[in-house]
């Protein structure tokens, strides 16, 4: 792709670039998000046991959050309508406004949210730049600023394990520990952004709650992996899910019969935990069949989770995803090189051959050797 055309051109048509489909039998590898839920996963909600959540009074609610602070090794959690809250009422908990927020600058809490964390929580944003969205405790030291009468305060150490727009990379645990360590010897709270935590837990073995151990704050997303249609836990110790708890009401996210949502997710811990690595391994099968191909240039060079993030040479990401939709496969432009592929539990290993078919006619097509 000529890069003056690409710079040209921006910013990109998010409409077109997205490429909505107009028939539900399209393969949708846009985002693992895009799952409907299972007719088992509607009778539990139909069946919810339900009463006023905000009083701490709906058993359905109570109940998922213990099992997800349990699952990450907190003491205690609270349901949120989405992952983007859970940042967002973990950074309004940790940190003071003018404070600052160290992250990866690939992350979902710098390059989307609306810029909540400054526009809601007044902060500002320190981005590391790194390769797969994975620094080390140099990064952090070098994004630590001293304590001066000028400088913003650093204050909070955010992280995605696995990451998100860098394609699904997984923190080692040593490393994960060791930006921990560094940011709490230097007096700053840690949040572990763990949207996708299981795809790490099946891609490595390591359990949810040692990634999570000795962080401040971190959850689980119950829309993406876990095949759910609303909500997000976010946890930690009992006392700063107080303060979790009044951000959520002061934000309009205090709930009242929950019970039908909370429903859904204890559905997907039960059933839906092990989907995790079907969705990493349906992710190395779709690179398996792509990357033997040349065009097909893949960053990272292999899927350690469910997400693929690739470039096809001469081909435009915004072309690729329209001749894709043309033959039933749906996949999202990241910007006009890149291209992210995500497996999920409504796209099965035969329909991730099929898409690879068509990737790979749409391709041929797009550069006239078909
Ligand atoms: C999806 C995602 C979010 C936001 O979660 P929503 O439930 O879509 O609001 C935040 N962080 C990461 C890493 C994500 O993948």
């Given at each position: 792709m000529d890069r003056t055309d690409a710079e040209t051109d921006w910013p990109l048509d998010i409409e077109r670039t997205s490429g909505r489909p107009d028939s539900s039998k399209v393969i949708d590898l846009f985002s693992d998000s895009q799952t409907r839920p299972t007719e088992g996963m509607r009778q539990a909600m139909a069946r919810a046991v339900v009463g006023d959540e905000q009083a701490d009074e709906d058993p359905s609610t109570l109940e998922l959050c213990a099992s997800v602070a349990e699952m990450l090794g907190m003491e205690a959690g609270v349901l949120l309508p989405s992952g983007t809250m859970c940042n967002l009422v973990a950074v309004l908990a940790l940190t003071n406004p003018g404070d600052e927020v160290i992250c990866d600058e690939s992350s979902h809490i710098y390059c989307t949210e609306a810029a909540g964390s400054a526009a809601i929580a007044g902060v500002s944003i320190r981005p590391i730049t790194s390769r797969y969205g994975v620094f080390d405790s140099v990064d952090v030291l070098r994004a630590l600023r001293s304590p001066s009468r000028t400088a913003p305060r650093s204050r909070l150490l955010s992280i995605e394990q696995p990451t998100n727009f860098t394609g699904g990379a997984v923190w080692p645990l040593s490393q994960l520990r060791a930006v921990r360590d560094i940011a709490q010897h230097h007096g700053l709270a840690t949040h572990l952004d763990g949207a996708r935590i299981l795809n790490a837990v099946a891609a490595t073995g390591v359990t949810a709650s040692t990634f999570a151990q000795g962080w401040d704050s971190a959850w689980l997303d119950l829309t993406k992996g876990l095949g759910c249609p609303v909500g997000a836990v976010l946890c930690g110790t009992r006392e700063l899910v107080q303060t979790f708890w009044q951000w959520k009401y002061r934000l309009g996210g205090a709930m009242r019969q929950s019970g039908v949502l909370a429903a859904a997710g204890l559905h997907a811990l039960e059933h839906h935990v092990g989907q995790a690595a079907i969705d990493n391994q349906n992710a190395s099968a779709l690179h398996q069949r792509l990357v033997s191909r040349s065009e097909f240039v893949f960053d990272p060079l292999?899927?350690?989770?469910n997400i693929l993030r690739f470039e096809v040479l001469g081909v435009r990401a915004d072309a690729l995803v329209q001749a894709c939709l043309a033959r039933g496969v749906r996949v999202r432009a990241i910007d006009h090189r890149y291209l992210r592929a995500v497996c999920h539990q409504d796209v099965n290993s035969n329909e991730v051959e099929q898409a690879a078919d068509a990737l790979i006619d749409a391709v041929a097509t797009l550069l006239g050797t078909a």
């Open positions: 292999k899927p350690e989770t």
